[in-house]
């Protein structure tokens, strides 16, 4: 059982940990808004990709969830508290299909940001589990960024 000693040595992880569960969570139904209403001669493409993506949004929230848990913290649950902790907004601004994929590697870039601080908390708490996961992470998201971006001919 976790002491109040080390839960409060944790808070300052669980605090970015609760923001990175935000992001996953609004880019998760972004990435489902765009899945359906995207048009377009791509239609086929980035309706399949877009799927991906928030499927693979689900599993990453459902990940840094449990680690949370695991290391004594409460994981964020609602959409008002997403909003409320995550440096992502979804405006539903996004018409065109190029618009929704620079406005997702806008947020991939931004998540990969607040990754990567976790990333160094975690290091500095000497969390090697949760260090490792976002480390993991972080290469998924580069992927994404690139392929995203190879797609509007960035």
């Not at 377009?40 to 799927?51: D, R, V």
């Not at 940001?113 to 500095?124: M, N, R, V």
Request: glycine fraction near 4%.
């Amino acid at each position: 059982m976790f002491t109040q000693q080390l839960k409060q040595q944790n808070f300052t992880l669980e605090t970015t940990l609760n923001t990175n569960l935000s992001n996953w969570f609004i880019l998760y139904t972004k990435l489902h808004r765009f899945h359906w209403y995207v048009k377009g001669p791509h239609f086929f493409t980035l309706h399949e990709k877009f799927e991906e993506l928030y499927n693979h949004a689900a599993e990453t929230a459902d990940v840094i969830a449990e680690r949370l848990l695991a290391i004594g913290g409460q994981p964020l649950a609602s959409m008002q508290q997403f909003l409320e902790h995550g440096t992502i907004s979804d405006c539903g601004t996004e018409k065109t299909a190029d618009d929704m994929v620079s406005s997702l590697i806008s947020d991939y870039r931004m998540i990969c940001k607040e990754t990567q601080d976790s990333i160094k908390l975690a290091e500095e708490k000497s969390d090697h589990a949760t260090a490792d996961i976002l480390i993991g992470l972080t290469e998924e998201i580069d992927k994404q960024v690139w392929m995203l971006s190879s797609f509007l001919n960035e």
